[in-house]
C-alpha cells in the first residue's frame, strides 16, 4: 500500500517534470532556438527549482542520483518539437491543469525534502515555492520576460498556500499523505478557480 | 562590551536587510507587480548575495538557520506598500545614505565569514563584493535591467575598497574590530562622495 | 611525461580562462561599462561555468583553493581595456578558434571532474556541457541577450559531442588521454567546422 502511494508520488513527479519541460519547449519554440536551446530550456525549466532548493538545503541535485528526470526532459523535448501543432488541437486549459497539477506536487515535494533536511516550517514553506516557481522564472530570464510567475494569476500565491497547508497539517499531527492530500488540493482549487477566473492579485505600482 | 558589539553587528544586519529588501520593493512597483513579486523580489535583493556567498564558501545558507531575515523581508515588503508615499517625502538622499550604510556592513561581514570558512584574503574580498551586489544584481536580471552596480557611481568598486581595508587591516594585526570599522569608514566614505557628487568611474566601450 | 601533461592541461585551462574572460570584457564594452563592470562581466563568463559544475556535484569551487585563475581574469581585463583595438587588427577568426579551443578543454575538463565525484556518464556529459556554455549564459543574461549559445553555430550542440565522446572512449577502454584528445579533436572539428561555413542546426519555430 505504501508501496504503491511512493510509486504513485514518482509517476506524478516525473508527469510535472514533462509539463515543465514542455513549457520550457514552447517558449524555446517562441524564440526560434535550436534543438538543444530547446532542450536546454526544457531541463532549465523543470529541474530549476528543485536544483536550487537541493543546493539551498544541502542536498545533491536529485536528477544527479536518478537521470530519468533528464531521460523525461529529453523525450519531452523530442516529441515536442515533433507534435507542435498538438496543442493548438488539445482545448485551451489543457496545460494549465496540467501544469497546476505538477506545480502542486512540486511544492509539496520540495517542502517535504526540506523538513527531512532539518528546516523550520517557515523555509520549508519557502522551498516549497522555490521548487515550484524557480525554474519557470529561470526559464522567463534565459528569455528576456519578466519573470510570469511573478505578474500571472495566483501562480506564486498558489504556491505558498499549498506549503502552509502542509506543513500546517503536519503540525496539527496529521500523517504525511492526508497533509499531501490537502495541499494538494488547496493549491489546485487557487489555480484552477484563477485559470477559469482569470483572477489575479491587485498589482502594487508606484 | 562585546556582546554589546555583536548585538550593534547584528542589528545593522538585520537594517541592511531591510534596505536592500526596500530597493526590491520599489523596482517590483515599478514593474506593477502583486503583492507576492514584491516579496519575491524584496527577498532576492536582501538575501541573493549572502545566499550565494554561503554556498560558495560551502556554509548553509544564513536564513535557513536564522529565519528572523525573512520576516525582516516579509514585515519590509508589507510597510514598503503601505507606505508607498513616503520615499517621495523623503529628502532624495535618505535611501542611497542608508543602502550605503547597508552595504558596509554587509561587505565586511561576507569578508569575515568567507575569512572563517578558511578561504584566500583574494577569495574574502571576492566574498564581500558578493555579498554587497549579487542581490542587487539578480534583482535586475529579474527586471530586465542591466545590473546598475555594473554602470552606477561607484558602487561595486567601494565594495572592493572595503573588502581590501578589512582584510588588509587583519594582516596587519589589527583586530577584528578596528578593521571593520576602519573598512566601514571607506567604503561609506567612497560611496557618500560618489552619491553627491555623482562621480563614477570612466566607463570603457568599444 | 605525466607531469608534463598536466602541466599542459593546467596552461591550457589557464589560457581558456584568459579567451573566456576576454569575450566578457568585449561584452562588456558594448554595453559602455566601467572598469569594475569589466572585471565582473568577465569572472562571471571565465569561472561561471566551472562554479556552477562545482555545486551541483559538490565539490568547492575551483578558484577558491587555487587564486591564479582570478589573477588571469584581473590580468586579461586590464590588458583586454588597453588593447581595445588589437581584435580589430587580428583576422575575423582569431577568437573564434581561440573561443573552441578553450571550450573544448573546459567540456573535458568538467566531464571528467564529474566522473571523479562518481557521477554517471550522462550527468558528467551534462557537466562538460554546463562549464563550457553556463558562464557564456549568465554573461548574456546580465546584459539582457537571449544567450547566444543557445541559438548560436552548432554550439551546445559540440560540448554536448565532446562530452560523450570522452565518457564514450572511457567507457571503451581508453586511457583518460586518449579519451581527451578524441574528444576535443571531435569538438574542435565540428566547432571550426560550423565557425567557417556558418553551420546552425534547424531552428524550431511554433
Given at each position: ?36 536551446g ?11 527549482g ?39 488541437r ?10 497546476a497539477?505538477?506545480l502542486?506536487l ?54 505558498i ?46
Open positions: 500500500m505504501n508501496n504503491l502511494i511512493e510509486h504513485l508520488i514518482y509517476g506524478l513527479d516525473l508527469f510535472g517534470t514533462a509539463i515543465f519541460a514542455l513549457s520550457g519547449v514552447l517558449m524555446a519554440g517562441r524564440l526560434r532556438m535550436d534543438a538543444i530547446v532542450i536546454v530550456l526544457a531541463a532549465v525549466t523543470a529541474i530549476g528543485g536544483t536550487i532548493r537541493d543546493l539551498l538545503i544541502g542536498a545533491r541535485p536529485f536528477w544527479i542520483q536518478n537521470t530519468t528526470y533528464l531521460w523525461v526532459i529529453l523525450g519531452t523535448a523530442g516529441l515536442g518539437m515533433l507534435l507542435t501543432r498538438l496543442p493548438k488539445l482545448p485551451w486549459y489543457t496545460l494549465p491543469l496540467a501544469d497539477l505538477g502542486a512540486f511544492v509539496v515535494i520540495g517542502a517535504q525534502k526540506a523538513l527531512s533536511f532539518g528546516t523550520s516550517n517557515m523555509v520549508a514553506v519557502v522551498m516549497g515555492v522555490i521548487t515550484g516557481v524557480a525554474g519557470g522564472m529561470i526559464r522567463d530570464m534565459l528569455a528576456r520576460e519578466v519573470p510570469l510567475v511573478l505578474q500571472k494569476e495566483i501562480y506564486a500565491t498558489a504556491c498556500v499549498g506549503g502552509i497547508l502542509y506543513t500546517g497539517s503536519l503540525e496539527l499531527g496529521l500523517g504525511a499523505l492526508p497533509a499531501m492530500l490537502i495541499s494538494m488540493v488547496g493549491l489546485l482549487a487557487l489555480r484552477i478557480t484563477a485559470i477559469f477566473r482569470h483572477l489575479s492579485l491587485p498589482t502594487f505600482s508606484l
